[in-house]
């Protein structure tokens, strides 16, 4: 069945209007027809309808239940992406959405590749989070994971002050694992994990997170690319601590 997000306001009301670009979608690309059965999604709340109208330029649908969703994540997850190369960085999106990300923010470290200026930075943005809208359509999520605006360490580190467990996943760490981290932790209901970008982290920023409470862990003896990392943590922290 065809499952379209929608703004909020738009399910207020019964029928429920889909702007353009979904009639589009609905007519040109899925080829439905009105009297189809639909699935719509507000970030909150999941509904069902039938297509009462369809055009080029818009769409109604009647509104004939709502309800929540299991699938949505229970575990907060905040991953910290050092900012890589601009598909890389959508790919990493795209998969944390997947996997169960709640927060995804794109961090500029010292070794970050690419440092987009404020132009680019938010047309960037504006593109990641499409990302996380159709990588939540197509997993079954309600809930729309938000897309932080780029930051620099210190902001992220600040961001991170209340979740329970927080992690900085660092090729210099060899003695402590994730798997042991994560089965000494205890339980939480909240993790922040930051990755670093192709260079790694300096020493420098080591230290400042380790200073704001950040536990250091690896990954394993071999060495994993940036868009990797975080998608193997959040993979193994969902398995330990979520809903994997």
């Known amino acids: 069945m065809a499952r379209i997000f929608v703004e909020p306001a738009r399910v207020k ?3 429920a209007t889909l702007p353009e670009d979904s009639a589009k979608k609905l ?8 009297g189809d059965s639909i699935t719509l999604f ?3 709340r999941e509904y069902s309808g039938i297509i009462k109208s369809l055009s080029q330029k818009s769409a109604e649908i009647a509104i004939t239940g709502s309800f929540g969703n299991a699938r949505d994540p229970r575990l907060h997850i905040l991953l910290g992406q050092g900012s890589p190369k601009a598909e890389k ?12 990300a709640t927060e ?24 990641l989070r499409k990302i996380a809208v159709e990588a939540s359509r197509q997993s079954g999520r ?3 994971p938000e897309i932080q605006c780029f930051s620099d360490l210190t902001m ?5 002050r209340r979740f329970d467990l927080k992690i900085i996943f660092y090729e210099g760490e060899k003695t ?14 909240s993790v922040a994990v930051l990755v670093g970008p192709e260079g790694g982290f300096t020493d420098d920023e080591v230290l400042e997170v380790e200073a704001a409470g950040f536990v250091t862990a690896g990954l394993g003896p071999r060495i994993l690319r940036t868009e990797t990392a975080g998608l193997v943590a959040l993979s193994i922290i969902q398995y330990e601590l979520g809903d994997i």
Do not use: N
Request: glycine share 6%; proline share 6%; charged share 35%.
């Open 156 to 160: 992220f580190v600040e961001r991170a």
């Open 142 to 144: 309600v809930s729309v």
């Open 89 to 100: 960085l959508e790919y990493v999106v795209q998969k944390a959405v997947e996997l169960g």
């Open 42 to 44: 507000d970030g909150a």
């Open 104 to 127: 995804i923010a794109p961090v500029i470290l010292e070794r970050s590749v690419k440092r987009p200026d404020a132009a680019d930075a938010e047309k960037k943005l504006l593109r």
């Open 13 to 15: 009301e019964d029928p």
């Open 176 to 189: 402590r694992g994730l798997r042991e981290l994560l089965h000494g932790c205890g339980a939480v209901s």
């Open 27 to 34: 007519l040109r690309v899925l080829r439905m027809k009105p």
